[in-house]
């Protein structure tokens, strides 16, 4: 398998994350998101999104959208599950992954950060203090479910990885790349570190990605 990835996408990241905790081998293929290498017409003919991450399969069909990929792995390679097979544990999992990847992420990506310092003109005092803000707003809804509902446990859904966890470790990199205060977040953060031990999440992180110099 190939993933066209980017050391910085927190999209990327994730799939990254599940692969590793598959044990699945890929060859990663660097995108540069700075250097508009997905905007270019022949990425575009592969990865019609023009996004990271794609994973390109051993008989070529190409996936898009990182949730999907790892529902679509999780599918074809069952052990270890990042989905759990009950409902509701699936549900929960699905609704702590969606409250990163749609409610924080969007709102922080590249794109959206570029729209504001070069469409909008905005100092960079003001996109940093932009970021911080929607990652206050989302992650203490993240803290609050973590918190207050009986399903989490070592990890944000009982005491095996998820779906969820690999969305999260992305999101806390991030903030922390711009310096955001995680101490209202102690549930959080309690997870990301119980993550980081594991050799699978460690292994997919930025600085570890053969891209990572850019």
Request: proline residues 8%; hydrophobic residues 40%; neutral net charge.
């Amino acid at each position: 398998m190939k993933l066209y990835t980017f050391f910085r996408s927190s999209a990327a990241f994730r799939v990254r994350i599940a692969l590793n905790l598959k044990g699945l081998a890929y060859e990663p293929q660097p995108v540069s998101l700075p250097k508009g290498d997905h905007r270019r017409p022949e990425y575009a003919r592969v990865n019609p999104q023009a996004l990271v991450p794609m994973l390109e399969l051993d008989d070529g069909t190409r996936l898009n959208q990182s949730l999907a990929i790892i529902e679509f792995l999780d599918q074809r390679y069952p052990q270890p599950p990042l989905v759990p097979e009950d409902a509701l544990g699936r549900a929960r999992v699905r609704s702590l992954a969606l409250l990163i990847a749609c409610e924080i992420h969007p709102l922080n990506n590249l794109r959206a950060l570029n729209y504001l310092r070069k469409d909008l003109g905005l100092l960079e005092e003001q996109v940093n203090a932009w970021y911080r803000h929607w990652i206050a707003e989302g992650l203490a809804k993240l803290e609050a479910e973590l918190t207050q509902s009986p399903g989490a446990g070592s990890f944000c859904h009982g005491d095996a990885p998820t779906m969820a966890d690999c969305c999260l470790v992305p999101q806390i990199f991030n903030a922390k790349r711009y310096k955001s205060d995680l101490t209202p977040y102690p549930m959080a953060m309690r997870v990301f570190e119980q993550c980081m031990q594991l050799e699978a999440f460690d292994r997919a992180q930025p600085s570890k990605q053969p891209d990572a110099s850019e």
